[in-house]
């Protein structure tokens, strides 16, 4: 059984920054490649950042280009999602999903939701302006 396991959240000025951090247990994390998704309320689950299991090769969505960052601990078993100059369209509750079966070698696939098989409960970034 996959737990994963968000952190970071809260409420922050606008241009500020928040870091997110997903703890995994239940299976070797380095196998497994990562993504990060974000949901504002009376929107669709959308696609924030995805990284590959040995870190090289990582994924953005255009709205956050340059602004997020995600790496991977492996020796932690947890993902992380730096987030700076953060604006008020931010505000959503941001999940961490795993996906047991991929490479995670491509944008396209790894921007889906359904390509990932477990999630975290989510925490809540709210931007203030």
């Known amino acids: 059984q996959v737990q994963l396991v968000e952190s970071g959240g809260g409420l922050v000025q606008a241009g500020g920054s928040l870091r997110l951090s997903c703890a995994t247990s239940?299976?070797?994390?380095?196998?497994?490649?990562m993504g990060w998704f974000r949901q504002a309320p009376g929107k669709e689950r959308e696609f924030v950042a995805a990284?590959?299991?040995?870190?090289?090769?990582?994924y953005y969505a255009d709205s956050v280009k340059g602004r997020f960052t995600i790496s991977r601990g492996n020796a932690k078993n947890t993902v992380y999602l730096q987030m700076i100059d953060l604006q008020p369209e931010a505000t959503a509750v941001y999940y961490c999903?795993?996906?047991?079966?991929?490479?995670?070698?491509?944008?396209?696939?790894?921007?889906?939701?359904?390509?990932?098989?477990?999630w975290g409960q989510g925490t809540q970034v709210t931007v203030s302006s």
């Open positions: 239940g299976r070797t994390f380095i196998n497994y490649p």
């Open positions: 990284i590959t299991r040995n870190g090289g090769i990582t």
């Open positions: 999903a795993l996906d047991q079966e991929g490479t995670g070698e491509s944008f396209a696939y790894s921007s889906r939701s359904d390509s990932y098989d477990d």
